[in-house]
């Protein structure tokens, strides 16, 4: 019983990195954009501003947010430790 580990899912149970690697330079470039309002001092001008220029860049905000501590799963890292999802960002 010692031996058992709390789960064997690796991050590729819930991700599917081969599709997020396809999609990266489009992601990228839209939090680039985004990028522009940090610091803005009238930050809803700003985001008309980019409103007005490509609307699309928007459509990265889910994955800005979809990170939540609730329900955190635990997964197996690239050593073989169990930690939980939210630590795995620690790790790059």
């Known amino acids: 019983m010692s031996q ?26 839209s939090l680039n954009t985004l990028n522009y309002l940090i610091g803005k001092d009238d930050l809803a001008k700003g985001v008309a501003e980019i409103w007005q220029r490509d609307p699309k860049v928007f459509e990265v905000l889910g994955i800005l947010i979809a990170v939540r501590d609730e329900g955190r799963k635990p997964v197996v890292d690239k050593n073989g430790n169990v930690l939980l999802l939210k630590a795995i960002s620690s790790l790059r």
């Open 4 to 29: 058992l580990q709390e789960t064997n899912q690796t991050l590729d149970f819930f991700c599917d990195f081969d599709k997020i690697s396809a999609n990266v330079a489009e992601v990228e470039m």
